[in-house]
Structure formats: C-alpha cells, structure tokens
C-alpha cells in the first residue's frame, strides 16, 4: 500500500498546526462558528445532533494492521469505545470534544492518516473497489490512480469551495464494486485495443434527493490524462453548476438540465485548452505509485484439505465460506469480508476491541492488510484457504464471523435520527429488527443475494436508491414513514429502484418487506434466480399486490 | 483595507459604485455592466481602468478588454461561494492576464493563499478580526501543495511532477 514520503509527512502535519490554530481561535471566540465552518468541514468534523462528528479519511478504504490499531485507540481514549465505518469507505467517530480534535489528529499522522476533505463543498475520499489487487476478475488495480487522485485534489486551491460536495470512484474490474455510475465521476478501468490501460468516463451520477445515473462521457482516457480531464470536469461544474439551491447544486443537476452532450463538449473544450504543465502523468511516475500497490508476493498454497474437511463437518463454517469468502486472482487463496453486520446490530459499527482483533488477525493471516468496503463491512484481500479455518475462528470469538455477506442481514443504513441532524426517521433500528427477522442463516441463505439499503431521509446517505430492496425513510405529521423502493442496483447494471406505493409505518415496515421477500421466493423461477434478476424479469407489479393486496387473500 | 504582498497597503484605485457620477482622472474599478455600455467613451483615454466582476459572469463578455484594463475585481458575495477561484485560474493561465487581480467581498483568513495560488494579488479585507489577525500574523502560508498554482512557488522535491513547495 501506500507509504507517505517527507512531503507527504510534512503536509499533513501543516495541516494538522493550522487546524489546531482554528479550533484554539474558534475556542476563544475569534471565529464565529459560521466562519469556523468551512475549517472545521474541511478537517471532517460536523456538528451533530449530540455532539461534534469526527470523519477520518480511509483512502479507497485501504488500511494496515497498524492503523486499525490506531483506530481502536482512538476509540478507545477519545470516543465511546467504537467507531462507525461509512459507506464512503471511512471511519466516523460520534463523540469527540472538540478540544481533542487536534490531538486525534496528530495521532492520525503518526499512522499517515487525516481528516482532510471528508466533508465539505469539495473533492471527498476517493473511493475503490474493495477488493483491489486481490479480484480474481481485476482488469488493473485501481488504488494508484485513486491514489494519484487523492493527492492532486487535496486542498485544492481552485477546488475547495465547489457548489457542493464531489465524489469520484474508480473501479478496476468486470464487475462494479465501487457504484461508479452513482458518482459525480466514475472512472471504470478499461483496455483499448491496442490493450493500453485507460478510463471509461461518467459523470453526473448521484443519489439524494435526485437520483440520477451517471452518463458516460469518455469511451477511452489515456491514464496520462487523468488529472487533466478530471481538472477540466470539476472546472466546467465550479463555473456553472447551480449555487441558488444546494438541493440542486451536485453535478447531476447541471448534467441533466444542460444535457450529455454540452456536458461532454464544454469538458472536450476545456480539455483541450488547459495547459498541461505540473498535471501530464508520465509513464514512470504511474509505474512508481504503482509499485506501491504491487500484489504481493504470495506463496503457492496447494489445495487445503483441511479446508475442505472443514467445510464439510462444520455447517457454520460451510455459511460463512459460501456468503463471506470470495475468488481471489490466486488459487488457494480467497478474499475474506469481515461483516459488521451482526444479527440485531448497527450496521458499520466496531468496538475498539473488535479493531485491534481484526489488526491482529490481519497481521497474522493476511499480510496486514485490511479494506473498509462502501457496504459497511471490512475486507481482509489475501488470506489462504488453509487458514481460512483459524481466520473464521479467530473472528467468531470477537463476534465478527457473521456469514452473511451479500445476504439479506448485510444492510447498510446511514445513522439517521439516532445521530444525524438532517435525518428525518431513524435507520439504525428498523435495520435491526429486519436483520432480526431474518436472522436464521438458513433462511437469508436460501433467500440468496439481496441488498437493503436504508436511509432516514431524503438525502439518501444510506443508499437507499441503489438498493436491491430500498428504505427511505421520512417524517409525515410527526409520524415517522418508511417508503420502499425496489430493482435499485449500484453495479455495472446500475439502475435506480422504483417505489412501491404508499410508505408504512416504523411498526409496519419489517412486516412489508417479508412480503417482498416471501412474493420473490414465489416468482423466482428457481433457486438460482436472485431477487434483482426476478425483479427485472416480473416488474413491480406482483410486488404491489403482495405489498398493498395481501389483506384481500387473507380475510379470505 | 487592502492586504497585498503580505501587508496593508494604501490603495491608489477607487471603487466606482452603479449610479454613481462619471470618473474623475485617476485608478478608477467600474462595474463591469458600466463599462461595457460606455467603454467607447474611453477610447482615447490612458486614465488607468479597472473592471468589478460578479461571479457567474464569463470572461468572453470582457475579453477584448483585457488589454486595456490594469485590474479586475472578482466578487465574493459570500465566502462558499467559489466560481471567482475558476475565473482568476482561467485569466492567468488561458488568457495571460498579466494586471492585478484583486478579491473584494466576503474574504477569509484561510482562503488568501489558496486565491493567491490561482492568480489573485490583492485582497480587500473588510471583516475587522480579519485585519486584526493579518496586522499581527499575517496570511496562512504553508509550504507543500499537490498541484501546480500561481504565486510564489517552484516543483518539490521528489518525483511527482505535481507536487510544489512555496520559495
């Protein structure tokens, strides 16, 4: 992974002086809170609803052992005792004072990390799929240029005060596990036919209140360009992306309303005349970020009988290789998702306990390396199946081996009223009651791959509209109201879910979506056929009857 | 008051507000509106111009006048408000703007230098813990950036092309 030199050392740690500067001046009342604000957002502090929010940066959600240990220190000494993994790849802490925030800093910058961007009107972390460097069905690893991005968009002087926040994904695979198509910019890493490596471009995907999917704007960008391009993109948005209304402020919004095609030739234009000084990537630059994210060098491991003899014997075992261990590039060898999504619990959240098992079952099997994927859950990319056995139980015994990854249980909800100040229902608990509805293994293996997503309002933080099965929740009259959405997809099929009807109430809304499920489990043309593929072949409208027509079949 | 090359300094040029009587001799900043209506009133005038632009406002509906004018006002109506970083990267790097640009309005502490690593050379500062914090420790100035800007600065050290440290 990548290792911060001097220079990067050194910026951070200006960053973190100034930072303390602002918050002793905020502290003696010679900043407003209003003037504080754009500081405070630029270092990933909010002001929640209990408390000052602390967002730590995880560029594309790559860690080591040493900084998850740092993480669960933190937890430990300045928060509650956990922290909240967010669906950009971070770590969020809930209950920091703001006096410590500079001192949470500097022991971020000891293990290289920051707080830099993760909110704001600016470029975020950039995110990646999760399992880069490791996929078996990878094209080319997307970190470096993920990397290369990070860096070129930190504090970027003509940049930092955009009409709203602006998120890129780069993914490198077949298969799309970073949602570039929901993105301000999604990069999907492709070859030409000559077979050089270089960009498909989109722009103006987004979820929130508009949900809209991005356009492709670029068949091809040489990597070369990279930063030219994205420079010209972000360049046409700051100048003409709406600042009357902040609802209608993402890219999206001037995507759509001034159509693909101005949007592609004022971009083309600005392409074309900016100098390229400073911004041109050459070749041997890209090799050298590359290197730092070389696959490792993994020892050929034979075919494990032991594994297999486990498998066999041990049903739980047998679960958690089926829903949490994927292919990895390497035979012998898997990509194992470690799910914070314990049956009942809150989607995302780990003990400073949990943290410090999961860096030293890393450490010991899997290189020290660990992922945060935007679905809430971490990633360990190199693990032989021979050790799967050990990892499996070494995670069990900290309550992390939850076989349920891609299943109905693993659901991502933002923190919705329990924390959030813009929230208008809460998350947090109907994503628990349905994760123990179908908290039988058996059962949410059998109902196969299915992703509920759930935000608590219409911002959109939880994803909801990218959800095989999405929740919204909203507040009518005081009464807090939960509207599903169904066919959402955030994949290289991306597509947005169309709403049911009529939303439910907090008491009704579990109930509603054992409808869904027990309709899918009807439709499907066999086990094989998983809820979207059905969604997409039958159309809603068998849904809205088993949703809204149920009564009639039951009085009968 | 007007901070420029890390110091308050007097300023030769007046703002001309809309609606007010037609310039006397001297540095005079008229709105951009104004001068587009009565520019050929200047024709055989050297007095030297200055134009105030509203964000939002392209550089095409100047750009013949860019060399007649020695200083261009981009406007902050409210600090988040940020389309005047883009314009003043643009009159540098596209269009060779080689006057003063100046940035009048809601300007903070910790946006001068990132104005001045787009092109900007002068700042009016109206907000008085602003003057105060400038007069006794002048403008946030740090020293490694990851891409390439105007002002004061050279290529790093290392291998990244866009990398710069502040000389």
């Known amino acids: 992974m990548y290792r911060y030199d001097e220079f990067d050392a050194g910026f951070v740690k200006e960053r973190v002086d100034a930072f303390r500067d602002q918050v002793a001046r905020r502290l003696k009342g010679e900043l407003t809170e209003e003037q504080f604000r754009p500081h405070r957002l630029m270092n990933g502090l909010y002001l929640q609803l209990h408390a000052y929010m602390l967002r730590v940066a995880v560029p594309y959600g790559t860690l080591d052992s040493r900084q998850m240990r740092k993480l669960a220190h933190i937890a430990r000494v300045y928060d509650k005792g956990y922290g909240h993994f967010t669906t950009r790849q971070n770590i969020q802490y809930n209950w920091p004072t703001l006096a410590d925030t500079p001192a949470i800093l500097d022991e971020l910058a000891s293990v290289e990390m920051h707080a830099i961007q993760t909110s704001g ?84 995907g987004g979820m929130g209140r508009t949900p809209m999917i991005a356009t492709k704007i670029r068949d091809f ?6 930063l030219a391009y994205t420079q010209a993109i972000v360049r046409v948005y700051n100048l003409e992306g709406r600042r009357d209304n902040k609802y209608k402020a993402r890219i999206k919004i001037l995507v759509h309303e001034k159509g693909a095609e101005w949007m592609r030739a004022a971009v083309e234009a600005e ?14 630059e890209v090799a050298r970020i590359k290197a730092y994210f070389a696959p490792p060098d993994l020892a050929p491991r034979a075919h494990s009988l032991a594994f297999e003899a486990r498998r066999r014997s041990d049903p739980a075992f047998a679960a958690f290789v089926a829903s949490n261990i994927a292919a990895h590039r390497m035979d012998g060898y898997g990509i194992v998702t470690i799910s914070l999504k314990p049956i009942g619990g809150a ?64 659901i991502i909800a933002c923190p919705g009223l329990d924390y959030c100040a813009l929230a208008t229902a809460r998350s947090i608990p109907v994503a628990q009651r349905i994760s123990q509805r179908f908290g039988d293994t058996a059962r949410a293996r059998d109902i196969g791959q299915l992703k509920i997503k759930i935000s608590g309002c219409i911002n959109a933080c939880g994803h909801h509209h990218v959800g095989h099965i999405g929740i919204l929740g909203l507040e009518r009259k005081g009464v807090e109201t939960y509207q599903i959405t169904l066919g959402g997809s955030g994949d290289e099929t991306c597509s947005m879910g169309a709403l049911t009807g009529p939303g439910f109430s907090s008491e009704e809304v579990v109930d509603a979506i054992e409808r869904i499920v027990d309709a899918y489990r009807m439709l499907r043309t066999d086990e094989s056929e998983d809820f979207l593929t059905a969604y997409r072949r039958v159309g809603m409208q068998p849904f809205k009857e088993a949703l809204y027509e149920t009564s009639k079949g039951a009085d009968i | 008051m007007l901070w420029k090359n890390g110091a308050f300094v007097d300023d030769p040029w007046r703002a001309i507000a809309e609606g007010e009587d037609p310039p006397p001799a001297g540095h005079v900043i008229l709105p951009l509106d104004w001068w587009l209506q009565e520019r050929d009133a200047f024709a055989n005038s050297n007095a030297p111009i200055g134009l105030r632009v509203e964000p939002g406002v392209s550089i095409e509906t100047f750009l013949q006048d860019l060399g007649r ?54 700042f009016e500062i109206k907000d008085p813990t602003v003057q105060r914090l400038l007069s006794e420790r002048g403008a946030p100035a740090y020293s490694r950036f990851y891409q390439p800007g105007a002002g004061a600065e050279g290529q790093a050290d290392g291998p990244r092309p866009w990398a710069r440290k502040r000389i």
């Not at chain 1, 930092?160 to 993105?183: C, E």
């Not at chain 1, 960008?221 to 990279?226: Q, T």
């Not at chain 1, 020290?368 to 360990?380: A, F, M, T």
């Not at chain 2, 080689?98 to 104005?115: P, S, T, Y």
């Open chain 1, 121 to 204: 009107n600016c470029i975020r972390n950039v995110t990646a799929d999760h399992f880069a460097g490791a996929a078996a069905d990878e094209i080319d690893d997307p970190r470096p240029y993920a990397e290369i991005l990070r860096q070129w968009s930190s504090i970027h002087p003509e940049f930092s005060f955009l009409p709203r926040k602006f998120k890129i994904a780069v993914n490198g695979a077949a298969r799309d596990r970073a949602a570039i198509q929901a993105h301000d910019i999604g990069l999907q890493i492709v070859r030409d036919a000559q077979g050089e490596i270089g960009f498909a471009v989109y722009v103006g």
């Open chain 1, 271 to 284: 392409f074309a005349a900016a100098p390229r000084v400073g911004i041109e990537l050459p070749a041997e």
């Open chain 1, 347 to 410: 989607p995302g959240d780990a003990s400073a306990d949990q943290m410090d098992a999961v860096a030293d079952i890393a450490e010991r099997y899997a290189l020290g390396e660990i992922r945060v994927s935007h679905e809430q859950n971490l990633v360990l990319p190199h693990v032989a199946l021979e050790d799967a056995p050990a990892v499996f139980d070494a995670l069990a015994a900290c309550g992390l081996a939850t076989a349920n990854a891609g299943l109905i249980t693993d």
């Open chain 2, 69 to 122: 004018v020695s200083l261009i006002a981009l406007s902050f109506p409210k600090f988040g408000d940020g389309r005047a970083f883009s314009t003043a990267a643009l009159l540098r790097e596209r269009h060779g703007f080689r006057g003063e640009i100046r940035a009048v309005g809601d300007v903070l502490l910790d946006q001068l230098q990132m104005m001045e690593r787009c092109g900007f050379d002068s």
């Open chain 1, 221 to 226: 960008l040489p990597v070369a360009d990279l």
